[in-house]
């Protein structure tokens, strides 16, 4: 029976509960899809136990209307993590993880002011904040996260290794729809034309001679570009498509 974990005492006893038995963790914001579900396999697979936690953070949105309407289907991702074989589910509410109402804060200073976060200030303040917050709370052996947010992984990485953290950082290759579309809660935002035409943000990911030519066939089809840029053997992209924010990252072509 999975457990559902709704404040931090009741993970802190069900965590000593497990012993020296290994456990992987997935933090999430919740609207889960098959590429969570990807990560929840391979932590399954990885460990004696599986934790997830949902929690829609509050700090890392740049728009705080972007926050509150972000969708929170928990009774489906209950459902999904009970399928996916999961042990338990953390929960836990804004005023727990933040008693000091954010006055202390993770900062990077320089991977994380290029890129998404040039597009978006602050928000890997955010995000590596409550990652801190988790990867302590969880304890876990191993914690997964996806390939898509590829810049996130590696300052998720960075800050365990500055901050001598026990947890291994796994990064899991992207989710994909047929068409090459990488999966995304945003997907769903789409229209339907706009679904159609987006697949070719990977495709010109991938194919384009070099960056700037990315950037040009993509406004040329009609996307927003905020940018494309080749980092670690990396091509990383962002676009918008009629309001809809898409990110992107495939290998760069040599």
């Not at 898509?148 to 290759?173: C, H, I, N, S």
Request: net charge negative; aromatic share 8%; proline share 4%.
């Amino acid at each position: 029976m999975m457990k559902q974990l709704a404040n931090i005492n009741s993970l802190k006893d069900w965590r000593r509960s497990i012993g020296t038995g290994s456990v992987g963790f997935v933090p999430t914001m919740g609207a889960l899809h098959a590429g969570h579900g990807k990560l929840i396999e391979q932590s399954c697979a990885e460990n004696e136990k599986t934790l997830v936690s949902i929690f829609v953070n509050p700090t890392q949105f740049n728009d705080q209307n972007d926050c509150a309407t972000y969708p929170q289907p928990l009774k489906e991702d209950l459902e999904l993590c009970e399928k996916a074989g999961v042990d338990a589910v953390f929960l836990p509410q804004r005023r727990e993880l933040y008693p000091d109402n954010y006055t202390y804060r993770v900062i990077e200073n320089e991977e994380s002011t290029v890129l998404e976060g040039e597009s978006r200030p602050e928000h890997f303040d955010g995000v590596l904040t409550v990652v801190m917050k988790l990867l302590i709370l969880a304890n876990a052996n191993k914690a997964y996260f996806g390939e898509k947010d590829w810049q996130q992984l590696k300052l998720v990485r960075g800050m365990a290794g500055a901050y001598f953290l026990d947890t291994e950082v796994v990064g899991v290759p992207t989710v994909r729809e047929e068409d090459g579309l990488a999966l995304s809660s945003r997907n769903v935002r789409l229209s339907a034309s706009a679904r159609m035409l987006a697949p070719e943000f990977h495709r010109v990911l991938s194919t384009a001679m070099d960056c700037a030519m990315a950037r040009l066939e993509l406004e040329s089809l009609g996307f927003d570009v905020e940018y494309v840029d080749e980092r670690d053997g990396r091509r990383l992209g962002a676009v918008q498509l009629e309001g809809v924010r898409l990110i992107d990252n495939v290998q760069a072509m040599e």
